[in-house]
């Protein structure tokens, strides 16, 4: 059960639609579901936001679809990171809503109508053999619930690519800035714009020593520009997650105020001058 779902059974409750025993008895699943392999977290929803995600990286196909198809009949949505079309294939079978994002190696079973996301959040890449990991954490913010602009292959070897996408980085809420080899795109956009930057260092495209991630995690962790947090390599679901729930927050509008000179200043009555006798 998600959060919206709980919500609603509480409000017809309330307002005296529901019993009480009727309304028990469609909470009373257990919040963990043992399925001998696995121990399927079914209230994860309630406490984060959003259900479990499998990471499909190690699991057979006939696990991946034994967890996700509980998840289904909890009435959640599912988010499978990590597989290829095999394990996609197993889903589809039993989930014909099924969604497979093969760049990003992730499948989506979404539940119930879809929603009109959160804008909010924006993924860049330095370059094109990025973007394996760009999409893998675009589908996450994604399928958490938030619009997701994507402005790829803008690294630091031809700058003028960034600069000519600078309202999308002004419209921003929260940057995530994926890149290898020197991995300073992110201290770069942290520089230009006032949003969080999420930086994720890959392994792909570098030479020799540090070429694999490691330069650019070093790079991205000794950031002289404020507000650049990282992840670690390869990580562009850790970094879709966080990115969805710093988005997840109660204005739904254009970015808030996050300065107090910023903020709408109150009126105060004037001072009448004193009197000169």
Not at 51 to 75: C, D, H, N, S, Y
Not at 147 to 156: A, F, H, L, N, T
Not at 225 to 232: I, L
């Amino acid at each position: 059960m998600e959060r919206d779902q709980m919500r609603r059974l509480l409000e017809k409750v309330s307002r005296g639609k529901l019993g009480v025993v009727e309304a028990m008895e469609q909470m009373r699943h257990a919040p963990i579901d043992d399925l001998g392999y696995a121990q399927v977290d079914l209230n994860r929803a309630v406490r984060r936001g959003f259900p479990e995600v499998i990471f499909g990286q190690g699991k057979t196909p006939e696990q991946i679809r034994g967890i996700a198809g509980r998840l289904v009949e909890a009435g959640q949505s599912v988010l499978v990171t990590r597989v290829g079309r095999e394990a996609f294939e197993a889903l589809a079978e039993a989930h014909p809503r099924a969604e497979f994002h093969e760049a990003a190696r992730a499948v989506v079973i979404p539940h119930g109508r879809r929603r009109k996301g959160r804008p909010g959040v924006t993924v860049f890449s330095a370059g094109t053999a990025d973007q394996p990991v760009a999409e893998e954490a675009a589908v996450t913010a994604e399928a958490l619930g938030n619009q997701v602009q994507r402005i790829y292959d803008v690294g630091v070897a031809g700058l003028h690519r960034l600069l000519r996408r600078r309202k999308v980085l002004d419209s921003t809420r929260v940057a995530i800035v994926v890149a290898g080899m020197d991995g300073a795109l992110p201290a770069v956009v942290a520089g230009l714009g006032d949003c969080p930057v999420i930086g994720v260092p890959t392994s792909a495209g570098g030479y020799g020593a540090g070429g694999q991630g490691p330069a650019a995690l070093l790079t991205m962790l000794n950031a002289c520009a404020s507000g650049v947090t990282v992840v670690n390599i390869d990580n562009g679901f850790g970094a879709g997650y966080a990115a969805a729930m710093i988005n997840r927050g109660p204005s739904r509008g254009p970015k808030a105020a996050t300065t107090p000179t910023m903020a709408k200043k109150r009126k105060t009555p004037s001072k009448r001058p004193k009197s000169g006798r």
